[in-house]
């Protein structure tokens, strides 16, 4: 893979442009890395790619290798894997929360101490996902909650 930067204060914005001899799964996920970086995450909605912008989602979890994006009306898939979006979500807020689950900080309307040190979390729309004990006390430290 070749990678050429050109700063020049001709341009009026930043643009990236990717050359390739077909559109493969690769060149998919370097477009996608790129969009989150502005806080739009791709997802799917059947055959249909959505742009989601990252604020809207409540939280994104894999199951049986699939990785699903939660918002307040809709369930998403994405080709992203759990670990992506926790690399590129950081800055907006999103936090891991079990071994298959991170969560959108800003979503969180309620806290309650649950068995084994683990913490149910009641979201903005009232549904409710448990932080793991792992997790518990990260989540404690970033809400600033003791």
Known sequence: MKIEIDVNEK?????????APALTPEIERI?????????????????????????????????DRNTFVYTADE???????????????PEAGFIRIS????????????????????IRVTLQNGEQIVVSRMYSDELRKRLGVK
Request: aromatic letters at 6%.
């Open 11 to 19: 341009y009026p914005e930043v643009g990236v442009v990717v050359t």
């Open 31 to 63: 477009v996608s890395l790129m969009r989150m970086v502005g806080m739009q995450v791709p997802v799917k909605r059947g055959e249909e790619t959505v742009l989601l912008d990252a604020n809207q989602i409540l939280y994104v979890e894999a199951v």
């Open 75 to 89: 369930t998403y898939e994405s080709n992203l894997k759990l670990y992506e979006f926790e690399q590129q979500l």
């Open 99 to 118: 071994k298959q689950s991170i969560l959108n900080l800003r979503k969180v309307k309620s806290l309650k101490a649950d068995i084994n040190r683990k």
